[in-house]
T-cell receptor, first 114, second 111 residues
Framework: EAQVTQNPRYLITVTGKKLTVTCSQNMNHEYMSWYRQDPGLGLRQIYYSMNVEVTDKGDVPEGYKVSRKEKRNFPLILESPSPNQTSLYFC?????????????FGSGTRLTVV | GEDVEQSLFLSVREGDSSVINCTYTDSSSTYLYWYKQEPGAGLQLLTYIFSNMDMKQDQRLTVLLNKKDKHLSLRIADTQTGDSAIYFCAARGGGADGLTFGKGTHLIIQP
């Protein structure tokens, strides 16, 4: 089944403890992206990647890192999480950056930083 | 950059038609999308329309695009309880950056 898989689905952590949220797609998509969803703010893009070893900042990249060493994986790294990074995170992928047929989204990761 | 606006809530009676509206600011937006998010789930692509189209119909869904006013709408005919969700409008320009999403419209179905 074609899908984008995120792990974990739920995570509670403490301020300053490094964490990684994994994202993997099995559709051979070139383009991958991370969004965060917050009440009243909708979805905001954190980082995106046009292909392997090509990443760029979205609208809200502060406090996040990403890497794209393989086509299928696009992990989101929080080196020193803070409570304002408590949010619902979505990974998405598409054949190309043009998103001609839209993006496929993962099921989301709900992160709480205390 | 692009800005996409939607109203936050829409309440309709079961069986009626729902019309969810969206406006965007970038006249060069080439692709426009509607996504549906059910509780606890990710976003599911419902339909899309290209900027060279005025209308697209897909079963109970009708998308209307008014390029002059930069206005997009999604009409759901014969609204059912299963249509209860958050609906996101999204726009994409011609560049390499990602989609810009609206804040989402909560569709509430009254029996």
């Amino acid at each position: 089944e074609a899908q984008v898989t995120q792990n974990p689905r739920y995570l509670i952590t403490v301020t300053g403890k490094k964490l990684t949220v994994t994202c993997s797609q099995n559709m051979n998509h070139e383009y991958m992206s991370w969004y965060r969803q917050d009440p009243g703010l909708g979805l905001r893009q954190i980082y995106y990647s046009m292909n392997v070893e090509v990443t760029d900042k979205g609208d809200v990249p502060e406090g996040y890192k990403v890497s794209r060493k393989e086509k299928r994986n696009f992990p989101l790294i929080l080196e020193s999480p803070s409570p304002n990074q408590t949010s619902l995170y979505f990974c998405a992928s598409s054949y190309t950056g043009t998103g001609l047929y839209g993006y496929t989204f993962g099921s989301g990761t709900r992160l709480t930083v205390v | 950059g692009e800005d996409v606006e939607q109203s936050l809530f829409l309440s309709v009676r079961e069986g009626d038609s729902s019309v969810i509206n969206c406006t965007y600011t970038d006249s060069s937006s080439t692709y426009l999308y509607w996504y549906k998010q059910e509780p606890g789930a990710g976003l599911q692509l419902l339909t899309y329309i290209f900027s060279n189209m005025d209308m697209k119909q897909d079963q109970r869904l009708t998308v209307l695009l008014n390029k002059k006013d930069k206005h997009l709408s999604l009409r759901i005919a014969d609204t059912q309880t299963g249509d209860s969700a958050i609906y996101f409008c999204a726009a994409r320009g011609g560049g390499a950056d990602g989609l810009t999403f609206g804040k989402g419209t909560h569709l509430i179905i009254q029996p």
